[in-house]
């Protein structure tokens, strides 16, 4: 769940960093599924008599702050943004794809973890999409 959290505040920070209407929109609704990924995961473990604690992890804050400088010195380039963006979806994917497998996993919470690894997985593809039209040659030599 920290890494929902993570997601959440990398994507509000990348949208911060982009120009393009288009990609901040994107990196925006990619936030607030991270935060609605949050809240299914806390009812979740709250259902299962759990304890919820919210927090970031600190390499993500400090992922963030890299963005920032990042940001700074190469005039905020969005290929960049997204390709970290992307990078840290596919980590989540599969943290997912892992969780989902776990056999003593209560079918209410797999049902929870597949819904959030499929919306994860298009986001991935959308993320290389925008990729690909901001870098059309790039991406054509890395196919």
């Not at 609704?29 to 935060?35: D, K, L, S, V």
């Not at 980590?91 to 892992?98: Q, W």
């Not at 996993?105 to 925008?130: C, D, G, N, T």
């Amino acid at each position: 769940m920290t890494k929902d959290r993570d997601a959440t505040e990398g994507y509000i920070k990348a949208s911060e960093n982009v120009s393009d209407p288009d990609v901040k929109k994107m990196l925006m609704r990619f936030a607030n599924q991270r935060i609605d990924f949050v809240e299914g995961l806390k009812k979740e473990i709250e259902d299962l008599g759990g304890d919820y604690k919210d927090r970031t992890s600190v390499m993500s804050t400090m992922h963030r702050i890299w963005m920032d400088i990042r940001g700074t010195f190469t005039g905020k380039d969005e290929s960049i943004i997204l390709n970290e963006c992307l990078r840290g979806e596919e980590a989540s994917l599969k943290d997912y794809e892992d969780a989902g497998s776990n056999e003593f996993l209560p079918e209410s919470s797999r049902i929870v973890i597949e819904r959030h690894r499929k919306a994860v997985a298009k986001s991935v593809m959308e993320l290389k999409k925008a990729i690909q039209q901001l870098e059309p040659e790039t991406a054509e030599m890395s196919k």
